[in-house]
């Protein structure tokens, strides 16, 4: 869970993230990946469109090609103790087999 103050950019931070470790690449740089895995990201904010112009800027700004890497974004919002929410978490899990997912926000499942 990536967690801060409002406007400190954890949306950022988190593609950043999962585009790093989906890639098996140091996450800025600097954070060693060991081995890449699938990643799975709830995304509840900001909406697809936006939301997948960001992650493409970010993966090219690391030298990242999304189309080669086991990222995987669901943008399905309900609250968490939901029915819903519970299937299409469980239909993921099985589906994609992630070694990370994410939530952002969390506030957004509630």
Same mark, same amino acid.
């Given at each position: 869970?990536?967690?801060?103050?409002?406007?400190? =950019?954890?949306?950022? #931070? @988190?593609?950043?993230?999962?585009? !790093?470790? *989906?890639? &098996?690449?140091?996450?800025? &740089?600097?954070?060693? #990946?060991? @081995? *890449?895995?699938?990643?799975?990201?709830?995304? &509840? @904010?900001?909406?697809?469109?936006?939301?997948? &112009?960001?992650? @493409?800027?970010?993966?090219?700004?690391?030298?990242?090609? =999304?189309?080669?890497?086991? =990222?995987?974004?669901?943008?399905?919002?309900?609250?968490?103790? !939901?029915?819903?929410?519970?299937?299409?978490?469980?239909?993921?899990?099985?589906?994609?087999?992630?070694?990370?997912?994410?939530?952002?926000?969390?506030?957004?499942?509630?």
């Amino acid at each position: 869970m990536v967690a801060g103050e409002q406007k400190t =950019l954890k949306t950022y #931070v @988190e593609m950043f993230m999962d585009i !790093s470790i *989906a890639a &098996g690449v140091p996450v800025f &740089g600097r954070f060693d #990946v060991p @081995e *890449a895995c699938t990643v799975l990201s709830y995304v &509840g @904010e900001g909406g697809r469109v936006p939301h997948k &112009g960001r992650l @493409e800027r970010v993966a090219e700004a690391i030298g990242v090609d =999304l189309a080669n890497i086991p =990222l995987f974004t669901s943008y399905d919002v309900a609250p968490i103790d !939901s029915d819903r929410f519970q299937k299409s978490l469980q239909r993921d899990l099985r589906d994609h087999q992630p070694g990370a997912v994410g939530i952002d926000p969390y506030y957004a499942y509630h």
